[in-house]
């Protein structure tokens, strides 16, 4: 019901959400059948934000309560290498709560689990993410943060990659490589890192179940792909990072965060060599 409310009455990003789902379900999905899965999206959308506003007062066992936990023994194994970990996720699920509440279940990661993403400035930080730092949760400004991430990796902590927005080739940051079948800027920065320390890729995601748990799942380590050319390398690894990207999006398609422009600009992928 709120999925149709706010897709008919406050069409936040309709043509974008419309338009990206048509790049990924071309030939695969009518325009009635994207209407019906954007009318879920916004219904996912507005229960995160439910959620998010809700964990402001729950309490560390209620979180814990609606917390559940896969493949846990893969993060386990790729930190015994003793490089740290990087996590390669995204967008997905409640992406604010379920760290919150994973990271409760995770009582040896607390203060050693680090999220990449844009700083908001002290008081909006403590306002709207005080719930991450009281759980033992790291930030990493996306700009200038790369001292932080080799420190973290130093120690043996993990370092969280959301790798499912679009950077602009332009930049020294990104580079066009194909999400599902068409170019798409995407950071390189998970590729480069990977290369320089050897840390092991853990893929993550999360996911809100029909009876309303939600799940935190991690997969075993991505094999690093290895080529003479260190762009090549950088283009066959972030390669391999979106497929896994669209494996996630493709298990759980209303859950995914449409509104953002995955491909701003038609580009081409240059694959070097």
Partial sequence: MWGRLFYSWFPIRRRVVLENMRRVFEGRIDARGLQRLAQRFY??????????????????DELRRRMRIRGAEHLRRASEANRGVLILTGHFGSWEFAP????LG????????????????????????GRFARAGLGVIPKHGGSDQILDALSRNDAVAFLLDQHSSP???????VE???????????????????EAPVVPATSYREANGMHVMEFFPAVERIRCEDPEREIYENTRRYNEVLE????AHPEQWFWFHRRWKDELEPRRPG
């Fill in 179 to 197: 999400f599902f079948g068409r170019p798409a800027g995407t950071n390189r920065s998970l590729a480069m890192i990977a290369a320089l320390t």
């Fill in 43 to 60: 219904g996912h959308f507005c229960r995160s934000m439910f959620d998010m506003l809700r964990m402001i007062w729950m309490t560390d």
């Fill in 106 to 129: 995770f009582q040896q990661y607390r203060g050693r689990f680090h999220y990449i993403r844009k700083t908001l400035g002290p008081v909006l930080e403590r306002i709207l993410f």
């Fill in 100 to 103: 919150v509440a994973a990271i």
């Fill in 247 to 250: 494996s996630f999006v493709l």
């Fill in 170 to 176: 332009g930049s020294k940051n990104g580079i066009a």
